[in-house]
């Protein structure tokens, strides 16, 4: 097993530079943008358990 520690701003720039790179995409990869919406329904859950 691995540790891995993450700058929460660092991760944050990363995947809004993500989602601004896709966002104009005429033809989105399905893959993609399935992993954005688990991620982001992820980190929604995430925070709603850290309030």
């Not at 700058?7 to 399935?34: C, F, G, M, S, Y």
Request: zero cysteines.
């Amino acid at each position: 097993m691995v540790d891995v520690v993450l700058d929460k701003k660092e991760v944050a720039q990363i995947w809004e530079k993500l989602l601004e790179t896709h966002q104009k995409d005429i033809q989105p990869n399905r893959a993609l943008v399935e992993t954005i919406l688990k991620e982001e329904v992820v980190f929604l859950i995430f925070n709603l358990e850290h309030l």
